[in-house]
């Protein structure tokens, strides 16, 4: 594999559009022709009381819409998306509006969350872990622009290029998937399954290193003020550059040493030629998470927090929709008696369902567990908490 070029561009008195435009040009600009329509997919985790509390946490606005004017002078004559789906159970759409998001639709585009599309379950070509999860479909049929930010993250213990693309699978099947995954090296593998589906799409990758997260990331970390815009068409070397900046070695760093050692990118700082800003001038020590806390195994937290759709007991019309949007046909709608059936050994709870419904008959509950699954679960919950109370007070 060839070297991979990363560019680093400062942020010059609060000038987003130059830096971020600077950084793409050095990166290899973006192609002169897409035939498809563009997602631009920023981190839109979740958001805080405050706005300076939430900067650390999503995509800077002010990045994405740098990226949407560059777009747009592009002349591709294709819709633009903003897109995400935020933290598991958290509703996107209140997500988007309380981090002024919707605001970007005075830009002329489409700010939504990412099942708006529907969804598609894919295979991934050689499956490292994840056999199989379901893609919105504005990922699987869009180019895309990955719009990270450069984070922290408890269980990762960075969120950056690679991680952000797990906003694209919608719902709680995210939480599926953190429960396959089990372990942070598990997960780690996941995330790169995910990746390798979606690398071909990505037509730039571009980080949002304004005020950037150190800690206990990625929504309860310190603010870290960086000032930088990183930007890259390959993710795996622009991890691997953001990781060295965080004074991080990139080899620690699950996602990109194994993606890179399935030839995903680079993640070897040796291949990699990084124009504009030198490494050592801008490196910074960020304050890591607590590295005992990868070794833990975090799939039952996720598989007892699932959620899953549920009749309400009236209202349906039986117009099929739900039945037609299931990417796993799960569920079956009885014409006669004017109600859908779930079967939850398929349900991925991806929520096209509920979103979908026009009657607004379908809920979200939590889901039901056995006596003996839940008391195993809270005990292990209450276990590995008194570790977490005790090494946080102890550092």
Same mark, same amino acid.
């Not at 960075?158 to 429960?179: C, D, Q, Y």
């Not at 079967?343 to 008959?361: A, L, M, Q, R, T």
């Given at each position: 594999m060839g070297k991979a070029k990363v560019a680093i561009v400062r942020i010059e008195n609060g000038d987003f559009f130059s830096a971020v435009q600077k950084a793409i040009e050095l990166a290899g600009g973006l192609p002169e022709k897409i035939e498809k329509d563009i997602l631009i997919k920023p981190n839109i985790l979740t958001f805080k009381k405050t706005e300076e509390e939430t900067s650390p946490i999503i995509t800077n606005p002010e990045v994405v819409k740098s990226i949407i004017k560059i777009v747009k002078e592009k002349d591709y004559n294709k819709k633009i998306y903003v897109a995400d789906s935020s933290g598991s159970g958290l509703d996107t759409s209140k997500v988007i509006e309380k981090t002024g998001f919707t605001k970007l639709e005075e830009e002329g585009v489409t700010v939504c969350q990412i099942s708006l599309n529907g969804s598609t379950e894919i295979e991934p070509k050689n499956p490292l872990k994840l056999k199989r999860t379901t893609f919105s479909n504005l990922s699987l049929n869009s180019a895309i622009i990955n719009v990270p930010k450069m984070k922290t993250h408890t269980l990762t213990r960075?969120? @950056?290029? $690679?991680?952000?693309? *797990?906003?694209?699978?919608?719902?709680?099947? !995210?939480?599926?998937?953190?429960?396959v995954g089990n372990t942070a090296k598990g997960f780690s593998k996941c995330l790169v399954d995910i990746y390798s589906v979606l690398k071909d799409n990505i037509v730039m990758n571009v980080m949002d290193a304004s005020i950037a997260m150190e800690g206990h990331g990625p929504s309860h970390g310190s603010p870290v003020k960086?000032?930088?815009?990183?930007?890259?068409?390959?993710?795996?070397?622009?991890?691997?550059?953001?990781?060295?900046?965080?004074?991080?070695?990139?080899?620690?760093?699950?996602?990109?040493?194994?993606a890179s050692e399935n030839n995903l990118g680079v993640g070897n700082l040796n291949d990699i030629e990084i124009v504009g800003?030198?490494?050592?001038?801008?490196?910074?020590?960020?304050?890591?998470?607590?590295?005992?806390?990868?070794? @833990?195994? $975090?799939?039952?937290? *996720?598989?007892?927090?699932?959620?899953?759709? !549920?009749?309400?007991?009236?209202?349906?019309?039986?117009c099929l929709r739900c039945q037609k949007i299931c990417p796993v046909q799960a569920i079956v709608v009885d014409k006669k008696e004017k109600?859908?059936?779930?079967?939850?050994?398929?349900?991925?709870?991806?929520?096209?369902?509920?979103?979908?419904?026009?009657?607004?008959?379908i809920t979200i509950t939590r889901r039901k567990y056995g006596k003996h699954i839940l008391f195993g679960g809270l005990l292990s919950s209450l276990i590995i908490a008194l570790i977490v109370i005790l090494s946080i007070l102890l550092t």
């Open positions: 960075v969120t @950056l290029a $690679i991680k952000n693309l *797990f906003g694209t699978i919608p719902g709680m099947e !995210k939480s599926r998937i953190h429960a960086m000032d930088l815009i990183l930007a890259s068409k390959d993710a795996v070397a622009l991890d691997a550059v953001a990781t060295s900046i965080m004074s991080e070695k990139p080899s620690r760093v699950f996602t990109t040493r194994i800003e030198k490494i050592e001038n801008i490196r910074r020590k960020f304050k890591m998470p607590e590295k005992f806390i990868s070794f @833990l195994p $975090i799939g039952i937290f *996720f598989e007892l927090a699932k959620k899953q759709p !549920k009749y309400k007991g009236s209202g349906c019309i039986a109600r859908p059936y779930f079967d939850y050994k398929k349900c991925i709870s991806c929520f096209s369902c509920n979103e979908i419904c026009p009657e607004g008959v």
